[in-house]
């Protein structure tokens, strides 16, 4: 057994020392990884949830105990308001979960912003949340909704038994309500993410198999799906790494690297604001501790925050970011390319 290890551990050392870090390849290609204008405030709203899915990067769950309050969804609102940022994009943990999430919607409607919603679809089955499918419906929120595979194994394995039936009778209400459903203007949005440590398969074909499985077999309706990479960090990580695969990951990640994507990758245009009001490039760097940070070293908040703080600066880049420019790419709104 002692051999079996210490030959796995030369083999992981020998694996990492082969693969170039990505601060590495950016400069290959040309460096000068920055910030554009910023169209999207995307806001992580704690990380408790009523789901522990394995492949989660915000190891979110029920026993956390993470919630942006209300002075800071304030902050939030202000710094929207002056901004001019058009979209703001509501994450979690279960956002909905939130006491502040009806207001903090409520409000960046009335102020005219596009509402996105990123929903694990079996909070609306939690105690007290009933209401919310025809509270999206009235102020037009956009859902994007997690359903990682059309399989019932699949998702349970992934999400916990039960998930995929709730999942479907969760969409199944959106689309009564006319979400997803041809000239509504109610965009229901699904996310694919494989359940193993492989990269996603082409977007569009995959669209169409769950289109024609959740037609056939449901009655189930939506607007896009978007394909997302596993990221290897936080708890799942930790799951790959207690199976011995998290090298063979990070080489399939690595090799697979795309220059093209570059270009693409929502960091650039997107701010994401931590459940206490830090400021980072994307969620991922969020759950990793790596803030934007002024000339002086602080870490930026949303409480003082200007665009100005953030146009053109640097993106923090680590091999994480593998994630998001490996095949066809990665990002909230899925496959970066064809």
């Keep these: 057994m002692f051999v079996v290890l210490e030959t796995a551990a030369v083999l992981s050392k020998e694996r990492r020392k082969a693969m170039h870090p ?3 390849r950016i400069k290959q290609n040309g460096g000068g990884f ?3 204008k910023v169209d999207v405030l995307q806001v992580n709203m704690g990380r408790y949830c009523n789901q522990a899915c394995v ?3 915000v190891e979110a769950g029920p026993t956390r105990k993470e919630m942006m309050n209300r002075e800071t969804v304030d902050a939030v609102l202000c ?3 002056r901004s001019g940022i058009s979209t ?4 979690g ?3 909905e979960l939130n006491p502040n999430f009806d207001y903090l919607l409520e409000a960046a409607a009335a102020l005219e912003r596009h509402v996105m919603d990123r929903c694990n679809l079996t909070v609306i089955f939690e105690p007290g949340k009933e209401y919310l499918p025809e509270f999206f419906q009235r102020h ?3 859902l994007v909704c997690s359903l990682p595979c059309y399989s019932e194994e699949n998702v349970d394995r992934q999400r916990g038994r039960g998930t995929f039936d709730l999942s479907i009778r969760a969409l199944q209400l959106f689309n009564q309500l006319g979400y997803g459903q041809p000239d509504s203007g109610l965009i229901l949005n699904l996310v694919y993410n494989p359940v193993g440590p492989f990269l996603p398969p082409p977007q ?3 669209a169409q198999d769950y289109k024609r499985e959740l037609r056939e077999k449901f009655g189930i309706e939506f607007n896009h799906l978007y394909c997302l990479s596993n990221m290897p960090i936080t708890r799942y990580e930790t799951h790959l790494k207690l199976r011995g695969e998290y090298d063979r990951y990070m080489e399939l990640l690595a090799n697979s690297f795309n220059p093209a994507t570059l270009d693409q990758v929502m960091c650039r245009n997107l701010l994401s604001v931590g459940w206490e009001g830090t400021i980072y490039d994307c969620d991922f760097n969020q759950m990793l501790d790596l803030p934007i940070r002024d000339a002086d070293g602080q870490a930026l908040n949303i409480s003082t925050l200007s665009l100005d703080h953030v146009q053109n600066l640097p993106i923090a880049i680590g091999d994480h970011c593998y994630a998001c420019t490996a095949g066809s790419g990665s990002s909230c709104g899925g496959a970066l390319l064809p």
């Design 55 to 57: 492949h989660c990067h």
């Design 93 to 95: 943990g279960a956002p």
């Design 34 to 36: 920055r910030k554009r």
């Design 22 to 24: 990505f601060a590495q």
């Design 79 to 81: 710094f929207l308001g």
């Design 88 to 91: 703001l994009d509501v994450t």
């Design 204 to 206: 569009e074909e995959l």
């Design 140 to 142: 037009r929120v956009e």
